[in-house]
């Protein structure tokens, strides 16, 4: 159901804090996240072996968790290296731990076999530690939609005339605009320019510039862990932005979107709208975190009234139409990924 074998963000790095323990569940699994004295972070199953207590009720003692319902003692490997009265380790009492990367103010993790954890093949999301650029963090929980319906969504925004007509689309072009769909291995390849199109409401209060505008938005989804990575922008109509001309009015984003699904019917969100102008204005990158937050409730609100319908109906049949294209090749493309990872289990389960 789940792709294991790639990264998915676990937390934002400021979410897991020293000497506190974070609890949060990642592909139906319960994981603790905390940091080790020297910073790094370590995560592990929130699962004591002993008893079965949530170690997320345990305490830190330097680089290790202790659990609080007998007090034994783990390291960050996973293994007891204490157990109060006793001076044998039973070799069994270990829990079992993630591979972990910190990097671009995002923490990583590995949930499939940890022999394949390649640090190399960590996405880049360069644009949330950079001088050029500022932003807000966000976070939302679905509580009920499986992460597909929210891929789903976020791969035909020919929905951003209807679902946010008021917000982040606006009531010009943006249900008509075909989009340019281009498959790779990784992923897809989405380009939509909006020419001499309406100021969308979300940019009117930010643009130091009146009448239309020309519009885009060109993003890369990777199916590894469902990252959502565009460029967009808006400028004056008419000046050059679609030959590689920037007019100094130009406003440039960079949308950084990860989901990490929690379970079957719950979803992970975390986002980033980042902004190359105005990067010292800490309250623009909160106005803008505001807006985009208002729109991506928009997008909670249709999708688990969706998700209901689904489970109300499971029978029921969707019917493609043309602004599915990205989303029919996404799923193609995971269900590739999904079928290579079954074989690759199987094939080491035999042999
Ligand atoms: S359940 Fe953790 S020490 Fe007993
Ligand atoms: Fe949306």
């Not at 360069?126 to 001088?131: A, Q």
């Not at 969308?200 to 959502?228: C, M, S």
């Not at 991506?296 to 249709?302: C, L, P, Q, S």
Request: aromatic fraction near 10%; glycine fraction near 6%.
């Amino acid at each position: 159901m789940f792709l294991k074998n790639c990264w998915y963000v676990a937390a934002w790095s400021h979410e897991v804090e020293c000497e506190k323990i974070f609890a949060r569940k990642l592909l139906n699994e319960d994981v603790i996240l905390y940091r080790r004295q020297d910073g790094t972070p370590a995560a592990m199953v929130n699962r004591c072996p002993h008893r079965l207590a949530p170690l997320s009720l345990g305490r830190i003692e330097d680089d290790c968790v202790r659990c609080m319902y007998h007090g034994l003692l783990f390291n960050s490997d996973g293994d007891c290296v204490e157990v109060p009265q006793q001076d044998r380790i039973p070799p069994n009492l270990t829990v079992k731990t993630f591979p972990l990367v910190e990097r671009d103010k995002l923490i990583w993790i590995w949930m499939g076999d940890p022999a394949l954890a390649d640090e190399s093949s960590v996405p880049d999301a360069h644009w949330l530690d950079s001088p050029d650029w500022a932003y807000a963090p966000g976070y939302i929980k679905y509580d009920n939609a499986n992460f597909m319906l929210i891929v789903d969504n976020l791969l035909d925004f020919s929905h951003l005339g209807y679902v946010h007509e008021t917000t982040i689309g606006g009531k010009g072009n943006s249900g008509l605009i075909k989009p340019k769909v281009e498959r790779f291995d990784w992923g897809v390849r989405i380009t939509r320019q909006y020419t001499d199109d309406d100021i969308p409401p979300f940019i009117r209060g930010i643009a130091k510039f009146e009448g239309k505008t020309d519009r885009w938005q060109i993003y890369d989804w990777h199916v590894a862990g469902n990252i959502l990575s565009m460029d967009s922008g808006n400028a004056p109509a008419g000046t050059g932005a679609f030959d590689g001309e920037a007019s100094p009015l130009t406003l440039r984003f960079h949308s950084y979107q990860a989901l990490t699904p929690e379970s079957e019917t719950s979803t992970h969100y975390f986002w980033a709208q980042t902004h190359d102008f105005e990067i010292d204005n800490p309250q623009m990158s909160q106005a803008i975190a505001d807006q985009v937050r208002n729109a991506f409730g928009e997008d909670r609100e249709i999708i688990e009234a969706q998700q209901v319908v689904l489970k109300n109906f499971p029978d029921a049949k969707m019917n493609p139409i043309g602004a599915d294209a990205a989303l029919n090749q996404v799923r193609w493309l995971l269900n590739k990924k999904l079928e290579a990872e079954r074989s690759l289990t199987q094939e080491s389960s035999n042999g």
